[in-house]
């Protein structure tokens, strides 16, 4: 059975970076197309990027130009470097295989100072 666990999250302050990582365990992620999503205290879970199979990618308009999504086939890791961070991006971050709609676990994005 695929899960998928994410990791990289923490404390950072404003106009800083973090990397997130989702390792696939038990496969691949296959050829499916792969995402993030983050949901704020109080908030919606929202979708933050997507990365197609051909690797073409969109993001949204909030974090445009201050995220990439990315992945390494090789390690079943998808990634999510984001830079320029702002307090408005503190939220619990999920990665997603839309193949089989699987989530991961979620981790937590704190930006403060």
């Known amino acids: 059975q695929v899960q998928l666990v994410e990791s990289g999250g923490g404390l950072v302050q404003p106009g800083g970076s973090l990397r997130l990582s989702c390792r696939a365990s038990?496969?691949?992620?296959?050829?499916?197309?792969m995402g993030w999503y983050r949901q704020a205290p109080g908030k919606q879970r929202e979708w933050v990027a997507t990365?197609?199979?051909?690797?073409?990618?969109n993001y949204a308009n909030s974090v445009n130009g201050r995220f990439t999504i990315s992945t390494d086939s090789a390690r079943n890791t998808l990634y999510l470097q984001m830079n320029s961070l702002k307090p408005e991006d503190t939220a619990t971050y999920y990665c997603?295989?839309?193949?089989?709609?699987?989530w991961g676990q979620g981790i937590q994005v704190t930006v403060s100072s």
């Open positions: 997603r295989r839309f193949q089989g709609d699987l």
């Open positions: 038990g496969s691949s992620f296959g050829v499916s197309a």
């Open positions: 990365l197609f199979p051909d690797r073409t990618s």
